[in-house]
């Protein structure tokens, strides 16, 4: 809800005021009324998700040793790195 929304954060905006100034009495004040605030919201808590299965059906199923071919990839991803800085340090030399 965006009214509460709004309400929660002038009130931390208090908060913040009132605790630089060292209004520690208002400040309790003030966390009264949030508790109050809180009791009020009838938040549902999060259901747990599951990721079981997000990957099915992307093509990782078809890779037989997924182990290798990361180890190949990154080798690939290297080589191409340490290429690239070879040929840059030609064009300088």
């Known amino acids: 809800n965006l009214f509460v ?8 905006r208090q908060v913040c005021a009132y605790a630089y100034a060292g209004h520690t009495q208002k400040i309790d004040e003030v966390d009264k009324y949030l508790q ?11 259901k747990p998700v599951s990721l079981k299965g997000i990957w099915k059906n992307k093509g990782f199923d078809k890779i037989v040793d997924l182990e290798a071919e990361i ?8 080589d191409s790195i ?7 340090d030609a064009i300088y030399v």
């Open 71 to 78: 180890k190949k990839n990154r080798n690939e991803i290297n």
């Open 36 to 46: 109050k605030i809180l009791l009020q919201l009838k938040l549902e808590k999060p």
């Open 82 to 88: 340490l290429k690239k800085g070879i040929e840059k």
């Open 5 to 12: 929304f709004l309400k929660f954060f002038n009130t931390m």
